[in-house]
């Protein structure tokens, strides 16, 4: 069975939500503390996730004294093997920090999420959000190859999203785009509410060039089973979970399920 | 118009700056800065009143400064802050973000407020402690290269990419 580790650090708070969901997707996961490279080292993953929530309190910057330790070395050296890194959140900064993502110079750091901003709304936010992967995104990144190109609905929870770009970066940026903001139909639209945070390009998730690493800031874990989609949102996924009997809700997958599905597949392949 | 700054520091030692200072250990730098500490630093743009004006208003919002845990003074380029040991040089490096939402925030509510304020400016300074007898150029060099993450490795307290750093002495 393919293994993945999900690293916590001092402040993460979505580890074990995140092994369960993919312990649920046939995939072995174990969790292992940032001061644990030894014992990760002797048992390598096939895959790794950072999950979410606050690292090292995000005293100086979120993800920042994460991004530091001495196991991003070891996450470093996986995600230049090739192997599948995914940062939710939290995980997303820390990979932004790290200059893992967009990865133009490994480990230089060419992106920022910075404070949510849009026209009269700033400060924390948590609330679901509709996403539509690229195309390109769909046949470069094992987390999103199993999309189809539909609209998902996944919350967000987060202060700092905005994913933010050099000028003279920008016209790179578009090839690195995993994930976008959009409405229930999915169509973009600058500007709250559908681009929640004023992420540049309507920017939910952000890639390297070889498409292995994703920091996205929405949390598919909290979307992994359909009776964790509230019945009052719009779009094809409202209609499934007001339609849903009490058995469906525990046997349908929600729609962040097919992440996972992709890393899975993508793993037996492998 | 008058431009008037505040420093604002926690009562007790400030853990962001412990973790900051050492992180910077963790970077085995030849010359590390022996001290670190953290402020607050608000700027108001006073159209009437000046320092009387943001005294009141700093009395008036506790989430500017919280008395209960946080103390606080007027910040005056060149002069030592509260708690520097003077047998050290002392550096400061303001942090603040391009794209301020804290700031445009704090603005239209203390505006709304009724407080004669232009405008607002939040950003963090990061004050450095060096051996007294180091070279000033060096400890500009020193302070600007730990501001700035430029990788990984080098620099810490600002991403490049989204914040501004100045150097104020």
Redesign the interface.
């Known amino acids: 069975m393919a293994t993945v580790a999900v690293i916590r650090f001092p402040g993460s708070n979505c580890e074990f939500e995140t092994a369960r969901v993919l312990e649920a997707s046939g995939l072995s996961s174990t969790i292992y503390n940032w001061n644990e490279i030894q014992r990760l080292s002797e048992n390598r993953a096939d895959a790794y996730v950072l999950p979410g929530g606050f690292s090292f309190q995000d005293r100086v910057r979120a993800g920042v004294i994460a991004s530091r330790e001495d196991i991003m070395d070891f996450i470093f050296e996986e995600a230049l093997e090739g192997k599948p890194i995914l940062g939710i959140c939290n995980g997303a900064q820390i990979l932004v920090e790290a200059g893992l993502v967009p990865g133009w110079k490994p480990g230089f750091i060419q992106a920022a999420l910075s404070d949510n901003y849009t026209p009269g709304r700033s400060g924390y936010l948590s609330k679901w959000v509709y996403l539509k992967p690229t195309d390109n995104a769909i046949k470069k990144c094992p987390w999103l190859s199993a999309m189809n190109g539909e609209v998902i609905p996944i919350p967000i929870a987060h202060a700092e999203g905005r994913f933010v770009f050099r000028d003279e970066d920008l016209e790179k940026v578009e090839a690195h785009i995993g994930l976008t903001y959009c409405d229930e139909n999915g169509v973009p639209a600058d500007g709250w509410p559908v681009n929640p945070n004023g992420s540049i390009l309507n920017m939910a998730a952000l890639m390297n060039t070889e498409g292995n690493v994703l920091a996205m800031m929405p949390h598919p874990e909290r979307a992994f089973h359909l009776w964790q989609v509230p019945p009052v949102i719009e779009g094809k996924w409202g209609e499934i979970r007001r339609n849903a009997s009490i058995k469906d809700l525990d046997e349908i997958a929600g729609p962040g399920a097919v992440l996972f599905q992709g890393l899975y597949r993508y793993l037996e392949e492998k | 118009m008058e431009n008037v700054k505040i420093a604002v520091r926690l009562i007790t030692p400030d ?2 700056a412990t ?2 200072l050492n ?1 910077i250990k ?1 970077m085995r730098l030849q010359l590390p800065p022996l001290k670190l500490h953290r402020y607050d630093l608000w700027q108001f743009d006073v159209s009437e009143g000046g320092e009387e004006t943001v005294g009141e208003l700093v009395n008036h919002f506790t989430d500017i400064v919280n008395p209960n845990k946080q103390s606080w003074s007027f910040y005056k380029e060149g002069n030592s802050l509260a708690g520097e040991n003077e047998e050290l040089k002392w550096i400061g490096v303001f942090v603040t ?1 391009r ?4 700031s ?2 704090w603005t239209e509510l203390v505006r709304r407020r009724g407080f004669s304020i232009e405008s607002l400016n939040y950003g963090v300074l990061w004050r450095f402690g060096y051996l007294r007898d180091t070279d000033d150029s060096l400890v500009e060099k020193m302070a600007i290269d730990l501001a700035v ?5 080098g620099g ?8 501004e750093v100045a150097v104020w002495n």
Do not use: F, Y
């Not at chain 2, 993450?149 to 490795?153: E, F, K, L, N």
């Open positions: 853990p962001e973790t900051a992180a963790d973000d794209k301020n939402s804290k445009s925030n993450s430029h990788s990984r490795t810490l307290l600002s991403n490049p990419v989204s914040q």
